[in-house]
């Protein structure tokens, strides 16, 4: 589990007066499960791109568990990111052609080759995420499962942090309402913090906090209170 601690953070992109995100400051403790709202335009993504340091902030700190990602090269932030931040995307960003293990496998396999401890953790995460059947293509998954690979893919390198963008914008009620019970159980059961933007409400009651942001900032905290 990461704390996050965010401070003067700003990003800025050529063109534009004014920053497209400005937080003054942010900590959500280890282990904390974190909605992010907002309209579209209102900074949602940019925030993520900033926690997850998928981009460079302008200026500021952006902490996780005391290493400053903003301060790092890019290759070694690339480095943070894949051994500390599982990431949950809406449309999934699963390969075609290839199972739900070896997708959930990829992200490793193009780096080295898997562990034995690798190959049976991703298969428990499977089981653990309701894939009955590792081998089948994933093409063939709904999207219920598809997103359930994705985070069983998420947490193979035991991420202290989990970030999910829209992660059930895509799916049905019911469906949605499964993947948002799975990231909360999930979450607490491998101990990772939780990062969500979200616009569904059904998620954002099953986490501890709600920040919602207007044109780049944070608007309205709902604080922290004890998780369920
Ligand atoms: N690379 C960029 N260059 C210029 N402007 C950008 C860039 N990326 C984002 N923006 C602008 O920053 C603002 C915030 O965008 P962002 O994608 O973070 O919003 P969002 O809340 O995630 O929206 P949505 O819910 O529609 O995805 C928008 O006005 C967008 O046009």
Redesign the pocket.
Known sequence: MLELDISGLEMR????DAP??AIDRLHLPSGGRLAIT??????????VNAVTGLETATSGTVSWGGTDITRLPVGRRDAFRAAHIGLVMQDFHLFPGLSAFENVVLPVRLARRLTPAERERALFLLETTGIARPDQHIETLSRGEMQRVAVARALLSKPGVIVADEPTASLDRKTGEEVADLLVRLSREEKATLVV?THDPALTERLDRRIA?DG?RIVEDSGEKRAA
């Open positions: 992109f050529p063109g534009l497209v995100l907002g309209a579209s335009g209102s900074g949602k993504s940019t925030l933007v942001l780049g």
